[in-house]
């Protein structure tokens, strides 16, 4: 749920920063990129281009602008992201998030988020979770509409039983104000949890796979490399062997080149100037292929790689 402001920084900066090498490239072609291509440089088309004037740029001189611009970024790095942001300790995120819990969802959801297609993939993969499901980073509740209960206490066609686990109070209170509006059978329990996921989930739950669901959305980011991937193990561990599922929404590194590039450049910065420590480019998909006994089960891109969607299942 940590997604907020940082990766917005992100996304706005670098569309900003697209967007006119996009438009220069559809002006000047006699044929467009189709929509999912249109960060891409056209493989079969020359260097030189075609101006208004009908005079042909040389290839030298693209080189040379080229050079100049990369030269130019590197130096922009060096001046605004001079160190790896650190993430923030268990304690900072409980002060923090506890201060603007009421003006939260303001930040993280909204047209914002639906624009960027995060809405939609919350229904789509929360439609999976069943049976005893646990989501860690609970943060305002903005899941908790999204979720399809069980049509009878033994049914496994929905959630029988809901564990919500938050590190902040302040967060969790909205959460449980918006439960009560839900309309939530009655055999089907809800709990709330204070603590940290990177390192109480095993002492709470166990290791034998208590949980048919483990569900986070945009926690990971906030938890620094390391910190996410004592979560994925935690997470791991509390989840049933083959039937269960881990689902995930995360921030990741775009599968665009130039986005993804911005983004190197730049994450480490968002996350310090108002993103609460949440670094927005980090491989989520390769963390999660090196923990042991975790396998992706399906991966879905969207807003062009920024955020992902990983269907995990123990093995």
Same mark, same amino acid.
């Given at each position: 749920?940590?997604?907020?402001?940082?990766?917005?920084?992100t996304?706005?900066?670098?569309?900003?920063?697209?967007?006119?090498?996009?438009?220069?490239?559809?002006?000047t072609?006699?044929?467009?990129?189709?929509?999912?291509?249109?960060?891409?440089l056209?493989?079969?088309?020359?260097?030189?281009?075609?101006?208004?004037?009908?005079?042909?740029?040389?290839?030298?001189?693209?080189?040379?602008?080229?050079?100049?611009a990369?030269?130019?970024?590197?130096?922009?790095?060096?001046?605004?992201?001079?160190?790896?942001?650190?993430?923030?300790?268990?304690?900072?995120?409980?002060?923090?998030?506890?201060?603007?819990?009421?003006?939260y969802?303001?930040?993280?959801?909204?047209?914002v988020?639906?624009?960027?297609?995060?809405e939609e993939?919350?229904?789509?993969?929360?439609?999976?979770?069943?049976?005893?499901?646990?989501?860690?980073?609970?943060?305002? +509740?903005?899941? &908790?509409?999204?979720?399809?209960?069980? %049509? @009878?206490?033994? #049914?496994?066609?929905?959630?029988?039983? =809901? !564990?919500?686990?938050?590190?902040?109070?302040g967060?969790?209170?909205?959460?449980?104000?918006?439960?009560?509006?839900?309309?939530?059978?009655?055999?089907?329990?809800?709990?709330?949890?204070?603590?940290?996921?990177?390192?109480?989930?095993?002492?709470?739950?166990?290791t034998?796979?208590?949980?048919?669901?483990?569900?986070?959305?945009?926690?990971?980011?906030?938890?620094?490399?390391?910190?996410?991937?004592?979560?994925?193990?935690?997470?791991?561990?509390?989840?049933?062997?083959?039937? +269960?599922?881990? &689902?995930?929404?995360e921030?990741t590194? %775009? @599968?665009?080149? #130039?986005?993804?590039?911005?983004?190197? =450049? !730049?994450?480490?910065?968002?996350?310090?100037?108002?993103?609460?420590?949440?670094?927005?480019?980090q491989n989520?998909?390769?963390?999660?292929?090196?923990i042991?006994?975790?396998?992706i089960?399906?991966?879905?891109?969207f807003?062009?790689?920024?955020?992902?969607?990983?269907?995990?299942k123990?093995?």
């Amino acid at each position: 749920m940590w997604w907020s402001i940082g990766a917005r920084y992100t996304c706005t900066c670098a569309l900003l920063f697209v967007s006119p090498l996009k438009t220069k490239q559809e002006h000047t072609s006699t044929t467009r990129c189709s929509a999912d291509r249109s960060n891409e440089l056209p493989k079969d088309r020359p260097l030189a281009q075609v101006t208004d004037k009908g005079h042909h740029h040389s290839s030298h001189s693209r080189r040379k602008f080229v050079k100049n611009a990369a030269a130019s970024l590197v130096v922009y790095q060096a001046i605004i992201s001079p160190a790896p942001a650190n993430a923030i300790s268990s304690i900072e995120a409980e002060t923090s998030y506890n201060k603007y819990a009421a003006n939260y969802d303001a930040l993280d959801g909204g047209s914002v988020a639906d624009s960027l297609g995060i809405e939609e993939a919350r229904t789509k993969m929360l439609q999976f979770a069943k049976g005893r499901v646990l989501e860690i980073g609970t943060g305002t +509740g903005l899941n &908790l509409g999204k979720y399809k209960f069980a %049509s @009878s206490p033994a #049914a496994m066609d929905g959630v029988t039983s =809901l !564990t919500l686990l938050d590190i902040s109070e302040g967060m969790m209170s909205e959460a449980k104000a918006k439960l009560i509006l839900l309309n939530v059978p009655e055999y089907v329990q809800v709990e709330f949890v204070k603590a940290d996921a990177t390192a109480d989930l095993v002492n709470l739950f166990g290791t034998d796979g208590y949980f048919d669901t483990v569900v986070d959305t945009f926690s990971l980011c906030v938890m620094g490399n390391n910190g996410a991937k004592r979560c994925l193990e935690q997470m791991t561990n509390v989840v049933k062997k083959d039937s +269960g599922r881990l &689902l995930l929404i995360e921030n990741t590194r %775009s @599968s665009s080149p #130039a986005l993804g590039f911005y983004q190197d =450049l !730049t994450s480490d910065t968002a996350a310090k100037m108002g993103g609460k420590g949440c670094v927005s480019n980090q491989n989520v998909g390769g963390f999660i292929r090196n923990i042991d006994g975790l396998e992706i089960v399906s991966e879905d891109l969207f807003a062009a790689g920024l955020f992902r969607s990983f269907v995990c299942k123990r093995i």
